[in-house]
Every structure is written in C-alpha cells, then in structure tokens.
C-alpha cells in the first residue's frame, strides 16, 4: 500500500544519531509522528533486539493499538521494527552509516493492510498516509538532525 525510502545526511556522529532514533525511540518517535497518542515499552530493560511495545495512534477519529517488537539494534548502524498486530502491517529499518556530515541515515518504510476492510479502504488510506509521512518526515528530520540539516 504504501512503500517510501528516505536519505538524511545529519551533522551528528552515528552513534549520536543512533541514540536519537533508537536508544532514546520511546520518548522521540512521538515527537515527529504527533498522530501517536501513546508509545510504551512492553518489555523489560533496555532497548534492544527484541524489546516489545504498544503504539496507541488517533486517526480518522479512532484510536488504532499496534503492538511491535525492535527487529533489529546495532548501534551506529542499523535499527528496524515491526508491527506484530493491528490493523496494518508496519517494517521501517533505519541504516546509519559516516559520512563527512556525520551520519548518512536511510529510513526503509513499508506499510501494508492487514485485514480486509483496511484492503478496500487502502486507495483512500493511502493519500492519508502518504500526507501525514511527507509531514512527519520533515519533523523527524527536525528533531533527528537539530540544525542544518537537508533531505537527499
């Protein structure tokens, strides 16, 4: 339904980028995606392969729950979740890799419907999501980079 890839060169080392967009993914996801109402950790410890956790998001006058799990969390290199329930299948991986800014960063996203009645719905589903990410993608890139920051 809705696949989009995305490059940001950030004047931050990996590992700090990395800390932004990983380490820290609980409390600075919903800075950038505001539509998240509540974003919490499930399971115990620290974030890693395999942390588990719950995103409530307001859409359409609705609140969706989507449980996910931390797929992958090599830190200064790459980080991916996926949705493991809820009405849409979502994978985003984000590859960090230095560069002479700092850290190129690549953001992989792809977002599926999961049942039938989000299937029929998707064409008009989709020019909402793909809104809201334009949107979105530009207050991560604000919140990830701070300053002097431009998407490729």
């Known amino acids: 339904m809705f696949t989009a890839n995305r490059e940001f060169d950030f004047p931050c080392t990996p590992d700090q980028t990395f800390t932004r967009v990983a380490r820290e993914?609980?409390?600075?996801?919903?800075?950038?995606?505001?539509?998240?109402t509540e974003l919490i950790k499930t399971s115990q410890g620290e974030v890693a392969a395999g942390t588990t956790g719950r995103e409530t998001r307001r859409a359409g006058?609705?609140?969706?729950?989507?449980?996910?799990?931390?797929?992958e969390f090599e830190p200064g290199r790459r980080f991916a979740h996926r949705s493991t329930s809820g009405a849409m299948a979502e994978d985003a991986t984000y590859t960090f890799e230095p560069n002479d800014a700092g850290t190129h960063l690549t953001l992989a996203l792809n977002i599926t419907p999961r049942t039938l009645p989000m299937r029929i719905m998707s064409p008009l589903i989709r020019r909402t999501v793909q809104r809201n990410f334009a949107v979105n993608i530009e207050r991560f890139r604000q919140h990830v980079g701070q300053v002097g920051v431009v998407p490729r």
């Open 25 to 36: 993914f609980f409390a600075n996801k919903p800075r950038w995606d505001p539509d998240i």
């Open 61 to 71: 006058g609705r609140n969706y729950v989507t449980d996910f799990v931390i797929t």
